[in-house]
Every structure is written in C-alpha cells, then in structure tokens.
C-alpha cells in the first residue's frame, strides 16, 4: 500500500536523509522523498498499520534532520 | 519569500549591520571578541543549535556540524593567536546563511513556476439546479450529470457536449495555442479553458477518472522515479562528506605530527588546523545534491510546457540516449482517419456491396470498419447479421440475410480459396466475398499527418540513426509512406503479436543507444512496455496510453518527438555541467586548501558560489520554447 505525504524541509541532501531513515523504519517496504515536489511517497508492508509505522518514521527523520516536517 | 525565508533575511542584514559596526570600533582583547560574537551569533545561532542536537543524535557529518566546526574553530585559532581576526569565522557562518537563503529562494521559485505552469487543476463545477446555477465539488459530480461551463472557466470534467459551442483553450494540455472549435455532440477534456460560449456538458467520467485528475496525479508523481545521475549523486555524497571529514582530520594532526617526530622544527599546529577548517567548508555536497534533482525537475515542467509529458527522471535520461526510434504507422505517422477512395472489379451494385461490407463490419471498433460503415453512411440493422467471427489482422466472416459475408485481406481470400484480384492503387484493399465468390474491393486509405515528414526530418538532424516504421497495414501502402516520409525502415504486414517480435529483434540488434517506441497506444500497450522508452500520441482521452507509455504526447503532432528528444538532452547535458562543474571546482579547491594555497574565501566560493551556479544553471532546464 502506497501514501504520499506532505514534507517541509530546508536542503536536498537533508530530504535525502529523511529518505533514507524512512526506508530503515519497521514496516516501510519503500520509500522515495521528492525534495523538488516536497512529497513522501511511503510503501507500507501487507498488513502493518500506517498510523503507528508514521509515527515512527516521524520519530526517525526527526533523528537525522531535526529541522523537518511531516503531515500525517 | 515564505515567513523563514524573510526572517532569515532580516538575520543576514543584521548581522553585515552589526559586523561592520564592529570593524568600525577600535577594540582589543575581550571587548572586540564580544563585540564580533553578537552578529556570528546573530547569523548563526540556529546552526550552532542544531550541530549539538545533531551530534546528540548521532548525526556528526551534517553540514550545521561542519559550518559550527570550521567557524568555531576559526574563532579559537584567532584567540590562540591574539590576532583578534575573527572576520573570516563570520564571513564563513554568514556566505553559509546567504547561500541557504538564496538555494530556499531559487527553489521556492522554481517549484512554484512548475506548478504554476500546471495549474490545470478545476477547483469547482457548475450544475444547473431548477434554472438555477449552483457550484459544486467536482469530485461529488456524478457520471452523466450535466455540467456548464461558462466563459473564462475550465472544464472540470470529461465529457461530452449536449448544448452550445464554443472555442477552447487547451494549451495547458497540449502546450498548442491555436484554439479548438467544439460544438454539439463532441467529446470535451477536462482541463480545457472555455473561452467564449457557454457549454452544457454531459459527464462520461468522474472527476477522479478524468484527464485532468490523471494529468496531474503523473506529473505530482513525476520527479519521484530517479534517475542513475540522482541515485550516483546521493551515492556520492554519502561517501564524499565524510571522506573529506576524515581528510581534514589528518590534515589538522598528521603533518604537524610528523614534523614533531622527525625533528625539523616548527609544528606550526595553526596552519595545518586553518587548512583542516577550510576543508570542512568546502565539505559540504548541498551544490551536488540540489541542482540535479532541481535540473530534472526542471527538465519536466518545460517539457510538459511543450506539451510533452515525462513520467520521471529516469525517462528523460533514457530519452536523451535514443538513437533508434520505431513507429506505428496508423495513428501516428498518419491521421488514422481512413476514407473509402474507391470500390473496384464489382459486379453487383456498389452501394449495395458496401451495404454488405459495412454489415459484416458492424461489430468491430478497427478504425478501417468504421471507415466502412461510415461511407455507408445509414444506419446499420444489426440484427440482419448473425456468427460474426474475426480473425486478428485478416478480417471478419459474417452471415448477412442468409449470404455468407467475407470481407478481410488477401490473406482471408487464400484461406477461404476464394480467387481475387489484387489492386493497383496505394491504400488498404478489403476483399469481399460472398457465398465464397468473389465479389471486388473496396480501397481504403489513410492521410499522411501534416507535419509527419518534417517530424522525420528533424529527428534525423538531432542524430537519430535509424527510423523504423511498423504496421499491419498492406505492404504497397506502408512502404509508400515510408517513401514518402523517408524512413529508413518498414516492416508490414504485421499481426499485433509481431510488433512486439519485431521491436524485440531491433532491441537485440541495438548495439549502443536506445530505441524509442512511438505509438498512438490504443492496441500498443505490449509494444510501448516493451521498448526501452515508450511514446504514447495524442494521449487527450486514452488512458491505455498514459498508462503504458513512459511519455505522453499531448497532441497527435508527430514533431514533439524531436522536441522531446532536444529537452531531454538539453536537461542531461544542464546535470553533467553541473556535476563535473561542482565535482571539479570542490576538487580543485581541497587540493588547493591542503597546499596552503586557497584560504578560507576560496572555500566559502566553492561551497557557496558553486552551488549558487549550479542552481541558475538548473533552471535553464525550464526554457524550452526555442529547442
């Protein structure tokens, strides 16, 4: 299952990181962050709960980029 | 300017303010430390902030961490030093924030450029309720509802006109200026402008469904398919930040080490630490890692100015390596509209000849039937036909008042053993057969495109190497067209399944470039997915199409390949500048910072500067029109 979101953040390297951090939370399958069009496009495994999985990618790319936002 | 952006602003010309009042003081000692520190701090306290949170979170190569690293650590040099100097540490901090603000600028700008340029998208409907308009959600609008359009508004929704008429506007579709005249009974794309009647429009799909939603959800999702200069960039960077980290540290401590060691005399531990912080500056990958995405980005959003879209990065890139490009015939290089030019050999009356064919064509959708049943031109009973049965590229045996009907190719007559009479005019022959006696033909022929030989020419002039027609379409037709038009090779004759045999065999064949396959992706879809980069035409309404093509047309004009061939290269040629040119200049300046030749100025300019080009030389990817 695939859900775009909305992201604020500042520099390309940092959308990136947030890129990265996505892809290495539990329950994300893919993830691509497309700094031009500021999106999240995440694709979530069978059967886990968006909600709780976005959370956590929230958390993680707080971790690397502190300065960014994600609206759920 | 967004509020961060104008408060930053503000930030920057404080701190030139505060900084130049500061110079213009005469102090020493704590004094003018402290009179330096308020606009370094005034410039740079967020990053000094988020370096700490950083290195709490374990993110130590961050750019704040460099930028807090080379300025603090410029600032100690200047205390250890008593030199009192602490200009370069804020010039540092302060090139640092001019270089954000304008990189946050010039792609805030960009972006908002690119969606203004696709700002198709219908934010209400119009249904008449009792006489009275009323505005609607598009997206509650139900299919077969009727919808007003009034002048100066968009059409919201797919549909077709039921009263009015009017001039629409659908260069923000099809990137063509010239207006296109509509009236009753036509089919009307959502997205168009409606410029001077009032149109009733009977909805055939949702808003959901309709081009305009389908338009915008591709080119939303556009940029999000990278391309390998993307992924090889942010490969890079991974590698490059924290390569030049650790090179700076041995820089700062290994020379001055080993000059200890050997006992040559002076370690001199300030210099090698000025040319360890200068390397931290010019450590930074934001030039690489913006401008190519931003390049891509920009590629597409002029593209899709040009009428052209692009489904991602990696499709401009392939698009820029093609040198093979194969067409369909029907569609494409031709109008696909077929006229019946002439009925030969007949011995019962012609229009009662045609009356059978176009009766025995009844069923089918193929462009040739309805050709057929058009010059008919009455309204077809279909109950007088009955076992209908096509055969896939030879045609259709049908029952027709008790006669057994066949009208097909050559190849139907020889597997029917029907003896016929082949024809000496160019177009499509359809033999007919009744009662397994032959009963002559009817020619069929297809328009050239107007622009169709001036769209091979230009191919040609950008370097295409090899233009390849295919068609099922008889062979004294096809190769007439590909006389005509120029083309380097034709194959004919070809059931749909051959197509993509064929493509298949040129694919193998291909031995550096890549080939293109240019289709109107009505029955192409295999083909379009099978070469190495799919080109649907005049996509308006074909949703096969935008599903299966790598590249959209959005008109039917055959020229856009080769525009879409210059963008691309253009857009490739923009990345590589921009690559070797960041690449480079970095290179060039870290072996100048570790001889001792650049100084701090150099590096800001090639942290700063560099990607200040980079991004100006991105958004030339946005002009097209004179490609």
């Keep these: 299952m695939k859900k775009t979101y909305k992201i604020e953040v500042d520099c390309a390297n940092c959308a990136n990181k947030m890129e990265d951090a996505a892809k290495h939370t539990d329950g994300v399958k893919d993830c691509t962050v497309n700094f031009m069009t500021l999106k999240m496009i995440v694709d979530f495994e069978d059967g886990v709960d968006p909600k709780t999985v976005m959370a956590n990618v929230v958390k993680n790319c707080k971790k690397v980029e502190d300065d960014c936002e994600i609206y759920l | ?627």
């Design chain 2, 1 to 627: 300017m967004s509020k961060k952006q104008k408060k930053m602003l503000i930030r920057i010309i404080a701190s030139v303010g505060l900084f130049i009042v500061a110079s213009l003081i005469p102090s020493t000692g704590i004094v003018r430390f402290i009179l330096f520190m308020i606009p370094y701090l005034v410039v740079g306290y967020d990053i000094l902030i988020k370096a700490i949170k950083g290195i709490i979170n374990g993110q130590v190569f961050d750019e704040c961490f460099l930028m807090a690293v080379a300025t603090v650590g410029a600032i100690g040099l200047a205390i250890m030093e008593q030199s009192g100097d602490y200009t370069e540490a804020i010039a540092v901090m302060l090139f640092y924030q001019i270089g954000e603000w304008f990189q946050s600028y010039a792609v805030g700008k960009s972006r908002r450029n690119i969606s203004e340029l696709m700002d198709i998208r219908p934010d209400y409907a119009h249904i008449e309720i009792d006489g009275k308009l009323e505005t609607v959600d598009p997206d509650e609008v139900e299919v077969g509802t009727v919808i007003v359009v009034q002048p100066g508004e968009k059409v919201p929704i797919d549909g077709v006109i039921i009263d009015g008429n009017a001039a629409l506007n659908t260069a923000a579709l099809t990137g063509e200026s010239l207006p296109r005249e509509v009236g009753i009974d036509d089919e009307v794309i959502s997205g168009c402008i409606d410029m001077d009647g009032v149109l009733h429009i009977k909805t055939t799909k949702a808003f959901g469904e309709s081009t305009v939603s389908k338009i915008l959800d591709l080119v939303e999702n556009a940029s999000s398919r990278k391309s390998r200069s993307e992924d090889f960039i942010s490969k890079f960077a991974k590698i490059y930040t924290p390569t030049v980290c650790i090179s700076a540290l041995f820089l700062a401590v290994v020379p001055p080490l080993f000059t200890l060691m050997v006992g040559s005399g002076d370690p001199l531990w300030h210099q090698w630490i000025y040319r360890a912080l200068t390397f931290l500056v010019i450590s930074c990958p934001c030039a690489l890692v913006i401008s190519i995405p931003l390049s891509f980005f920009a590629g597409i959003g002029g593209a899709s100015k040009a009428g052209v879209l692009v489904k991602g990065s990696n499709y401009l890139e392939t698009l820029s390596k093609v040198n093979t490009v194969v067409f369909d015939k029907t569609g494409t290089l031709t109008e696909g509209v077929f006229e019946v030019n002439a009925i030969h050999h007949n011995t019962m009356d012609a229009d009662q000849l045609l009356e059978y064919a176009a009766l025995a064509e009844s069923a089918s959708n193929h462009p040739i039937s309805k050709s057929i049943q058009k010059a008919y031109g009455q309204t077809i009973d279909r109950c007088r036909v009955s076992q209908l049965h096509e055969t896939s590229g030879n045609g259709i045996v049908a029952v027709v008042d008790g006669h057994e009907v066949a009208v097909g190719n050559s190849k139907l007559m020889v597997s029917k053993n029907i003896d016929y009479i082949d024809c000496h005019s160019v177009g499509t022959i359809i033999h007919i057969a009744i009662d397994g006696t032959y009963q002559g033909h009817i020619v069929i022929s297809d328009r050239i495109k107007p622009t169709a030989k001036q769209a091979i020419t230009a191919l040609k002039q950008s370097g295409i190497k090899k233009t390849v027609m295919l068609t099922g379409d008889n062979r004294k037709v096809a190769d007439n067209v590909a006389k005509q038009l120029g083309l380097d090779q034709v194959y004919s004759e070809l059931l749909p399944g051959d197509k993509v045999n064929k493509v298949e065999t040129l694919l193998s064949e291909q031995q550096e470039g890549k080939l293109a396959f240019v289709g109107d992706g009505i029955n192409d879809a295999p083909v379009l997915g099978r070469a190495d980069i799919g080109i649907a035409m005049g996509a308006m309404g074909s949703d096969a199409a935008i599903e299966a093509a790598d590249i959209v047309l959005m008109d039917d004009d055959p020229l856009k390949i080769s525009k879409a061939i210059r963008i691309s290269r253009k857009t490739l040629a923009i990345v590589y500048e921009n690559i070797v040119f960041a690449i480079g200049i970095k290179l060039v300046c870290l072996v100048l910072g570790a001889l001792g030749i650049a100084n701090m100025w150099l590096a800001i300019f090639a942290d700063v500067g560099v990607m200040v080009l980079a991004v100006l030389n991105a958004i030339r990817a946005l002009f097209v029109s004179k490609l």
